[in-house]
């Protein structure tokens, strides 16, 4: 059974940071992403990670503030979140897929998410 679960999230300052991770276990894959679902909105992409090359991508409005790395020994990927805005509060999803694509519907196992509240 696959199961991944994140930590990491809480209450920060704008200009703040956090780190949050996501233990995998259960299987193998291929990417690893984090997706974010703010209130009112749809759940999108923000970054992701190709575990063997660990090449990443990410979505034009993190780039440059947020890393997203992994440490294959420990199955577990990080999302360090820098110069965090209040625009960035979400609920923040990992989750895990065979393939390399940004898209939700290609994610077949999910977290169940922890909140990122970031104030003014």
């Known amino acids: 059974q696959v199961q991944l679960i994140e930590s990491g999230g809480g209450l920060v300052q704008a200009g703040g940071s956090l780190r949050l991770s996501c233990a995998a276990s259960?299987?193998?894959?291929?990417?690893m992403g984090w997706f974010r679902q703010a209130p009112g909105k749809e759940r999108e992409f923000v970054a992701r990670i190709w575990l063997t090359k660990g090449s990443t991508d990410y979505t034009a409005s993190v780039k440059g503030r947020f890393t997203i790395s992994r440490d294959n020994a420990k199955n577990t990927v990080y999302l360090q979140m820098n110069s965090l805005k209040p625009d960035d509060t979400a609920v923040y999803y990992c989750?895990?897929?065979?393939?390399?694509?940004?898209?939700?519907?290609?994610?077949?196992?999910w977290g169940e998410g922890t909140q990122v509240t970031v104030s003014s």
């Open positions: 989750a895990a897929s065979l393939s390399s694509s940004r898209l939700i519907r290609d994610y077949s196992n």
């Open positions: 259960g299987s193998t894959f291929s990417t």
